[in-house]
């Protein structure tokens, strides 16, 4: 059975409800990144910070998976499939995806502050299920510190990147869905790909990638996906 790899950024969720920034004039939800994505940020005002993720986290019982994350799911009928999203947000797991690399973090979760930038010796076994549930000043870890939201900040090393790299040098196919391909390292993943193996881009947007193996459809991920599974021969779960 052959690979798809699926790079996956904010334009997917966008359809389920979850604004994106860059959409914004550099304002995510009412506020500068700088204030709520960036280590600096936490530094300054963690209680803002923590307030910000609070709600994006309760937010996430009010949205669901849209058909891109349906049809990115379906995928694994016909391919092995890994999914490398920059997406913090659960919905490619509610959809069905069974291998997915978060590799900006994951809102449902949280860890010790003091673990922040630890590349080398990062371990999950830091990391803490909390569902929606808010954090809030003076919750502690097991170890005493502070918690955070498990979310890889502006500022902060991405310490899954070499398994997305290992992931994508290995893929048959590469589709890279709703990512403006400007935020690295993630934009640069395509790369890695093996020579000689398609990749599709599915955003509204150019993208700045000059790659020959690269076809573009020019749409959001909804219907972007749709056309994918033309390409690759393969029928829409709806017509099941």
Request: proline letters at 5%; glycine letters at 8%; a negative charge.
């Amino acid at each position: 059975m052959k690979k798809i790899v699926v790079l996956t950024g904010a334009g997917v969720s966008a359809e389920s409800g979850i604004k994106t920034f860059r959409d914004s004039d550099g304002l995510w939800e009412n506020h500068r990144v700088e204030d709520v994505a960036s280590i600096e940020g936490w530094y300054r005002n963690p209680g803002l910070v923590l307030d910000f993720y609070n709600a994006r986290r309760a937010q996430l019982s009010e949205v669901e998976p849209n058909e891109a994350h349906k049809l990115i799911a379906a995928l694994q009928k016909d391919y092995r499939v890994t999914v490398v999203t920059q997406n913090v947000d659960n919905l490619h797991e509610r959809a069905g995806s069974s291998k997915v690399i978060h590799l900006h973090g994951e809102l449902t979760k949280a860890r010790p502050e003091n673990r922040y930038n630890d590349r080398d010796n990062f371990s999950e076994s830091c990391v803490i299920n909390i569902g929606t549930k808010p954090i809030h000043l003076g919750d502690k870890a097991p170890n005493g510190a502070q918690l955070r939201p498990h979310i890889v900040w502006f500022g902060e090393a991405v310490p899954k990147i070499e398994e997305a790299i290992s992931e994508v040098e290995t893929a048959d196919v590469l589709l890279i869905v709703g990512t403006s391909m400007q935020v690295y390292p993630a934009a640069g993943l395509y790369n890695y790909a093996p020579n000689g193996i398609p990749i599709y881009v599915i955003d509204p947007k150019d993208v700045p990638l000059r790659d020959k193996r690269v076809i573009h459809i020019k749409d959001v991920a909804t219907n972007g996906m749709q056309n994918i599974l033309l390409y690759l021969g393969l029928k829409s779960a709806s017509d099941d």
